[in-house]
């Protein structure tokens, strides 16, 4: 695919979506299958939406090589072309990773996010031969995600302006590191799609990104999607209102329940679970959240005004 054939798919609501284990732990393919449907039903489709399949939150780096590949492949089979599918592939080697993105092309996937190889302690010049033999060696799209928190994981804008010519580099996850401003990156936005991961979708959007990536959308896709046509309509003061109604709470609730048990997948779950779509546990060492703290988003997810099944 061309850079901006892919471009123009990767825009709007990104949903890092779950995957589902039986109580067992395998993956329950039939579920993912079910639920991609459900998503789709729910408004995550093609020009405002992509499905992002086996990143953190989805538990990727949990899975087995034949998951990873069978999991993409049961969503994109499930989706039938109406909403664009990506993987993720997490600090691996320049090897790894082609290998890992030619399966994802293989397999129907429009493209990857890809981290850093954190794990080889890059320097500046081993960052670019990463990202330049991956677009080299690809045909379908790379979301960088830059994890700047994690050493070695942090990319500057100067460095994001020396991969301009690499082809199938098309979109940059954006958290700034530290140093650098957030409106820094958007001086390529010409060439990249830039989508926020630091809580600021609406500074994002009015600077020229095209999307934004963040906890929830699985569970109830038509909140983040009015957030997002309200900042296509210019709407910016609404959109924030909407946004702030519901982000900052469930921020809070999410830092205090991974002080008890860490693994990205455990509020994901218990959202996707609350709004009737259950996913199954995560898998260990991580925990399902108590049922206190299910209590306790369940009484938040009613006041925001979500559609809980049940709900009194």
């Not at 054939?5 to 990767?10: A, H, L, N, T, V």
């Not at 691996?92 to 030619?102: P, S």
């Not at 049922?291 to 006041?303: S, T, V, Y």
């Amino acid at each position: 695919m061309e850079r901006e054939d892919i471009r123009r798919q990767m825009v709007g609501v990104v949903a890092t979506v779950p995957t589902p284990f039986d109580e067992y732990y395998n993956v329950d393919y039939g579920l993912m299958a079910a639920a991609t449907e459900l998503w789709i039903e729910r408004g995550l489709v093609e020009g405002k939406a992509v499905l992002k399949v086996a990143a953190a939150m989805g538990e990727g780096p949990q899975l087995r090589e034949d998951e990873w590949k069978a999991l993409i492949q049961t969503v994109v089979q499930a989706a039938d072309g109406r909403v664009p599918v990506m993987g993720a592939v997490h600090y691996k080697d320049t090897v790894r990773t082609i290998e890992d993105l030619n399966i994802a092309s293989d397999v129907g996937a429009m493209g990857c996010q890809v981290s850093p190889p954190i794990f080889n302690q890059p320097t500046e010049d081993d960052m670019l031969r990463y990202f330049e033999d991956l677009s080299n060696d690809i045909d379908i799209g790379v979301l960088v995600y830059n994890t700047h928190w994690l050493p070695h994981g942090g990319i500057y804008p100067s460095t994001f302006e020396k991969m301009t010519d690499f082809e199938h580099i098309v979109a940059i996850k954006w958290n700034p590191p530290e140093g650098s401003q957030y409106a820094d990156i958007f001086k390529l936005v010409d060439t990249f799609n830039i989508m926020d991961n630091s809580d600021r979708p609406i500074d994002c959007h009015r600077l020229g990104g095209r999307g934004f990536l963040t906890d929830g959308v699985d569970a109830h896709p038509a909140f983040f999607l009015k957030v997002w046509d309200l900042m296509e309509q210019g709407k910016y003061t609404e959109a924030q209102a909407e946004w702030d109604s519901v982000i900052p709470d469930l921020r809070t609730f999410y830092r205090d329940v991974t002080q008890v048990s860490g693994g990205e997948g455990r509020v994901a779950k218990a959202l996707s679970e609350m709004m009737g779509i259950p996913v199954g546990p995560p898998r260990p060492p991580a925990l399902p959240l108590s049922h206190d703290d299910m209590d306790k988003l369940r009484a938040m997810m009613i006041g925001w005004g979500w559609p809980v099944p049940d709900a009194e």
